[in-house]
């Protein structure tokens, strides 16, 4: 497979920030009155933020404040996690650099809203890697829906099958698998063994095993 573009989800691919979403959503959703469980939190694991809080209000729905401004202490409070404590996944910039030296085109795709991007980028320092970035914000549907891949490889005015894309969920894996684009997985770690994941072209247990040669085995 000849690639020569590279594109990247962010939330628990890139930054450690997956426990900072359920730290936020528990402590502004428990304050409107929802009852948050296990189970139900699971589901909405792969959501946009807006999708979440709508979950949520038709579960529980509160008053005296409106959706929009639940929907933004959550993104309020995640940033402020991002800015005190994120930490790259293992071999991010390692991967990143390793893509700039070989002339690659970088992109980002993500279902976090816009201005995450911004904290996430200058907090781990990688932003100048990247040729384009794209928010499920800003298209019609967010992923398992291909919009924001199809935004990102616009932007990056590159073929799917030139592109390469690595995910950390299923739901990022089929958005860029409809998207036509090959799917590099790295699962959660207490998650490795889910048969779910088979549905990527390559799965990993780290960015740092990721090498050109492993895409002779997709």
Same mark, same amino acid.
């Given at each position: ?19 900072? +979403?359920?730290?936020? !959503? ?9 009852? $948050? ?6 589901? %909405? ?5 807006? !999708?979440? %809080?709508?979950? +949520? ?29 994120? #930490? ?13 030296? #070989?002339?690659?085109?970088?992109? $980002? ?23 384009? &970035? ?19 490889? %616009?932007?990056? #005015? ?6 390469? =894309? ?7 894996? $089929?958005? =860029? ?5 090959? @799917? ?17 072209? &390559? ?5 740092? !095993? ?5 895409? %002779?085995? @997709?």
């Amino acid at each position: 497979m000849n690639s020569d573009a590279v594109i990247f989800d962010m939330d628990g691919l890139l930054i450690d920030s997956e426990p900072f +979403w359920k730290q936020a !959503e528990k402590m502004v959703f428990s304050s409107v009155g929802v009852e $948050l469980s296990d189970t139900l939190c699971a589901t %909405t694991a792969a959501m946009t933020t807006s !999708e979440v %809080t709508e979950f +949520w209000y038709r579960l529980f729905p509160w008053k005296h404040k409106t959706l929009e401004v639940v929907e933004n202490e959550v993104v309020d409070c995640v940033d402020e996690l991002i800015k005190q404590d994120g #930490q790259p996944m293992p071999g991010v910039r390692e991967l990143l650099e390793y893509f700039h030296e #070989q002339q690659y085109r970088i992109g $980002l795709s993500t279902n976090s809203p816009f201005r995450l991007i911004a904290s996430v980028m200058e907090k781990l320092d990688i932003g100048h890697y990247f040729h384009s &970035i794209s928010s499920s914000e800003h298209v019609e549907s967010g992923k398992p829906d291909p919009a924001v891949y199809l935004s990102t490889l %616009t932007k990056l #005015q590159v073929d799917a099958s030139n592109c390469i =894309a690595f995910e950390d969920s299923v739901s990022g894996v $089929l958005a =860029a698998k409809s998207a036509g684009i090959k @799917a590099v997985v790295v699962p959660p770690r207490h998650d490795f063994d889910n048969p779910k994941y088979d549905v990527a072209d &390559i799965k990993l247990r780290s960015l740092s !095993e990721f090498n050109l040669n492993c895409l %002779t085995m @997709a």
